[in-house]
């Protein structure tokens, strides 16, 4: 099971975006975005309001950072040359970055964004006052469809979020509160997990930790993002579960709905409810399906039963290194897109959530779907019944 990106997958990349760059009749190809420029090199960073700026053509790959990440980048092998600015305001990003770009004789570039984006205040030139400056969006799109190593990732992923939400159950009772029980869980989980996995594991700058599990409780769970409130876990609560793990920075979505003691009739009904329409969700999936329609699906039967009035969001979306990304499994999305982008394709991975609101309680499973060219597989795999999730003490 691969716990990393191989290097074989950074070349296939670059060389996609390459063909890019050819077929846009651009010098170069520019990135702002700190996940397209960390899945082009492996280079992650935390995007603050120093700027970092990618650039690529036929034959390099420079990189300018602020001086402090010199250190961290200079040892990347898929990176030619580091260029440098002091800091920011006092530094000049942009102007730097025009200097790397004329450099490398890049007089027109496809960039995602012209000129950094405006993280924690920062204020800059557009980057188009130096060079010429066309739009291009190629990695997000590139990102849609995993490789098979990526998928491994998620899956690998899936695992150790599937053990985090293990523990997170056996230490959850009646006065035990929600912070702390999380946060036993999700140590528990990373230690398991560092524990297998060794000097294989790849540190990360960004996320909350190897493996994090924790969950919302009572009348939080009305909220789609609701938040641990200071109680403790009483008899009678309703839990919304959610466990992840970062493996080389992909991520799988494993979330439950659970029970401390026995349910209420209306309980369990909202609880049939919910988990039927993800079981809609689950089996509409599939290559060449329009996205759209399985949240159309969901929707015919949330009508169905009477139950519009307690949905507040669509039925799911793509995930990898970014938490959520496009496709989103809207039924918005066929309109969204053009033709071409409006099915699932293999390689598409999903997180697979419809959820009911009511006045009191939330009711919302998610769990991680890959497409693949014969159907789909469940990566997460938690049980779902009632049963399962009721918690007896």
Do not use: C
Request: charged share 25%; no cysteine.
């Amino acid at each position: 099971m691969p716990t990393r990106v191989p290097e074989s997958e950074f070349r296939e990349r670059l060389a996609a975006v390459r063909e890019r760059i050819g077929d846009a009749g651009a010098d170069a190809g520019v990135w702002f975005g700190a996940t397209s420029i960390e899945y082009l090199t492996g280079f992650d960073h935390i995007q603050t309001e120093r700027p970092v700026v990618l650039a690529v053509t036929d034959d390099r790959v420079e990189v300018t950072v602020p001086r402090l990440e010199v250190e961290r980048v200079q040892p990347n092998p898929r990176i030619d040359d580091v260029h440098h600015y002091f800091d920011y305001p006092g530094g000049k990003p942009i102007a730097t970055a025009a200097e790397m770009l004329d450099g490398l004789d890049a007089e027109t570039v496809a960039a995602d964004s012209d000129g950094a984006p405006g993280v924690m205040g920062y204020e800059g030139p557009a980057l188009s006052t130096f060079v010429d400056v066309e739009s291009q969006s190629w990695v997000d799109r590139m990102r849609w469809a995993k490789s098979d190593v990526e998928v491994e990732l998620v899956r690998e992923s899936a695992k150790w979020a599937n053990l985090a939400h293990r523990y997170l159950v056996d230490h959850t009772e009646p006065g035990a509160h929600p912070a702390t029980t999380s946060q036993r869980a999700s140590m528990e989980g990373s230690r398991a997990m560092l524990d297998a996995l060794g000097d294989e594991y790849v540190p990360r700058t960004r996320g909350d930790g190897p493996v994090v599990a924790g969950y919302i409780t009572g009348e939080q769970t009305a909220l789609p993002h609701g938040h641990t409130v200071n109680r403790r876990i009483q008899e009678g609560d309703v839990l919304v579960t959610g466990a992840s793990a970062n493996v080389d920075g992909y991520h799988s979505e494993l979330e439950r709905t659970m029970f401390v003691g026995e349910p209420t009739d209306e309980q369990e009904h909202y609880f049939e409810l919910m988990l039927e329409a993800q079981t809609i969700a689950i089996d509409a999936l599939g290559p060449g399906v329009s996205i759209s329609y399985v949240d159309e699906q969901v929707w015919s039967y949330f009508e169905e039963q009477g139950v519009t009035d307690l949905a507040q969001h669509h039925v799911g979306h793509n995930i990898g290194l970014g938490g959520h990304e496009p496709p989103y499994i809207d039924r918005g999305w066929d309109d969204h897109v053009d033709a071409g982008d409006a099915e699932m394709e293999p390689g598409h991975i999903y997180t697979i959530e419809p959820g009911i609101y009511t006045d009191t309680y939330g009711y919302r499973h998610s769990d991680t779907v890959a497409v693949t060219e014969d159907g789909t597989e469940m990566l997460t795999y938690f049980p779902r019944d009632l049963e399962s999730n009721v918690i007896r003490t």
